[in-house]
Every structure is written in C-alpha cells, then in structure tokens.
C-alpha cells in the first residue's frame, strides 16, 4: 500500500525551528521526486520546496529559501524538511507529495501521490 506519512509538525515560537519527516512505504522510494507544500486558512496549496529522486537537485520557494532546508535519505525512504527561523506567515499544514518522475519538478499535476498533512503553527 502506497504510503506518505509527514510528522514533525507542532506549535513553536518566531524565530524557532522545527524539522518535518515524510516517510514512505509501499513503493520505489528512490525513483520518484519528491515536494513539501504547505496550505493556510482561506489559501491555495503552495509548493514550498522540492527534491529530486537523487538528493542531488532541490529548489526552494522565495519565501522560505535561506531558511529552509529539504533534505533526503533514501535508505530510510524518508525527506526532511528543516525550517529555521520561522515566521508567523508559515503556519500552515504541511504536506509531501511523490512526483510521478525523479527530475526536480515544481509542477504541482506533477504531483500525484499525497501525505495527509501536519499542522505547523508559529505563534509566541
């Protein structure tokens, strides 16, 4: 059974860090592509970073890159997310999803196969 299961989400102070997991199960880990996005109240999903099939390719979206490090470990069929200094502007579900390609893509159709989310809240 194909399976995307994010964690590391929870509620945490600006300026504070947080690291999300997205582990996989059920399928060719390393043949696929991977993306976060996130989605805020009353907001369309938005890509937020991506990753190749490798490791070896990654893009960032404006608003998070310096910030944000997306990372994976294909002997564990896991990505990370690693988010640092967060911003109140980044509360939102976070979510991985698996490209249909191992190439570095930011196309959204591209990206069929979806975790169910977790909740990251930055607030003091």
């Known amino acids: 059974q194909l399976q995307l299961v994010e964690s590391g989400g929870g509620l945490v102070q600006p300026g504070g860090s947080l690291r999300l997991s997205c582990a996989a199960s059920?399928?060719?880990?390393?043949?696929?592509?991977i993306g976060w996005f996130r989605q805020a109240p009353g907001k369309e999903r938005e890509g937020v970073s991506y990753i190749s099939s490798s490791g070896g390719s990654t893009n960032y979206a404006d608003s998070v890159k310096g910030r944000f490090t997306i990372l994976r470990d294909n002997g564990k069929n896991t990505v990370y997310l690693q988010m640092s200094s967060l911003k109140p502007e980044d509360t939102a579900v976070y979510y991985c999803a698996a490209a249909t390609t191992p190439w570095l893509t930011m196309r959204k159709d591209f990206y069929t196969f979806w975790g169910q989310g977790t909740q990251v809240t930055v607030s003091s």
């Open positions: 059920g399928f060719t880990f390393n043949y696929y592509a």
